[in-house]
């Protein structure tokens, strides 16, 4: 009897240490998990936008030069200038204020103005959020956008710094966010570089929200060394992640800056005469 017992012992301490060892593993494995979700949770850079008047100097840098054939890249129609009647803060947001207006600046009038903003703070991967509300009017075309500190562009702030070395689309473009006055609530993300840019943009995702240019929305970005989500008040819309990451495919593996932006496109309603966004925070984690 004894021997009977021992012998049906031995396998019920096995089944026992497998189990044991299973759901230790799930634990483990549910710990994984949790980090995962986790992950990106240390507040690294952030603007509140709580000063009054002009931006933060130490943390921005307003782009105005223009490209050699007098207007901006997608044939825009406006300058973008350094003044605060197109960027400033107030009761704690960022108002970036579209204007029509007769503005004449490097020998070139033009019958619009915008801000181009440029961070002065770049990073490799983290998780971004930005609540913002959007302009409106057909024509206008704001973006929250980043580049590589890489760019050669003339005028671009890390340009300035020395950092250009390469040309875009190869230095790559992460678009956070996009919307187009023709198209009301939609809102868009995209990647661009070696692979994927001007009429060949095959990375690219969005999706319809409410009343974009009427409450404010948080537009988000995950990006990490195997992907770069986006999403909209934590609804997901593109997930970026090639199976190939060469140079024409994955330049995300360095730093990147931080640009937002109204651009004025020609077929601007010819009512049009002032919208802005308007951005609450912008938040880096990582």
């Not at 181009?116 to 703070?121: D, E, G, I, Q």
């Not at 919307?179 to 943009?201: E, M, P, R, T």
Request: hydrophobic share 35%; glycine share 8%.
């Amino acid at each position: 009897m004894k021997k009977i017992l021992s012998t049906l012992a031995f396998p019920l301490v096995l089944i026992l240490f497998s189990c044991f060892i299973f759901l230790n593993k799930g634990a483990s494995d549910s710990s994984s998990d949790r980090d995962d979700s986790q992950k990106f949770d240390n507040l690294v850079w952030a603007d509140e936008f709580n000063g009054s008047g002009a931006l933060d100097e130490e943390k921005w840098f307003h782009q105005t030069q223009l490209p050699p054939w007098g207007s901006w890249f997608g044939g825009l129609v406006n300058h973008y200038t350094n003044r605060v009647e197109n960027t400033f803060q107030k009761d704690g947001f960022l108002h970036l204020v579209a204007k029509k207006e007769t503005f004449t600046d490097q020998g070139e009038t033009k019958e619009y103005t915008a801000a181009r903003l440029n961070s002065k703070f770049s990073f490799t991967y983290g998780r971004v959020e930005v609540r913002a509300k959007l302009p409106s009017g057909v024509g206008t075309w704001p973006a929250i956008w980043m580049l590589n500190t890489n760019i050669d562009e003339d005028g671009a702030f890390w340009d300035n710094q020395g950092y250009d070395t390469t040309k875009w689309p190869y230095c790559g473009e992460i678009d956070i966010m996009e919307h187009w006055g023709d198209d009301q609530d939609y809102v868009s993300s995209a990647l661009h570089n070696g692979s994927s840019y001007g009429d060949g943009v095959v990375n690219v995702g969005g999706q319809k929200i409410k009343n974009a240019s009427d409450d404010f929305h948080i537009y988000s970005m995950v990006w990490d060394k195997d992907k770069i989500v986006f999403s909209v008040d934590g609804v997901e819309h593109l997930t970026y992640a090639p199976e190939v990451k060469d140079e024409n495919t994955w330049p995300y593996d360095s730093d990147y800056y931080f640009l937002m932006n109204i651009a004025i496109l020609p077929e601007i309603d010819p009512d049009f005469t002032e919208s802005a966004m308007v951005v609450d925070y912008i938040r880096v984690y990582q």
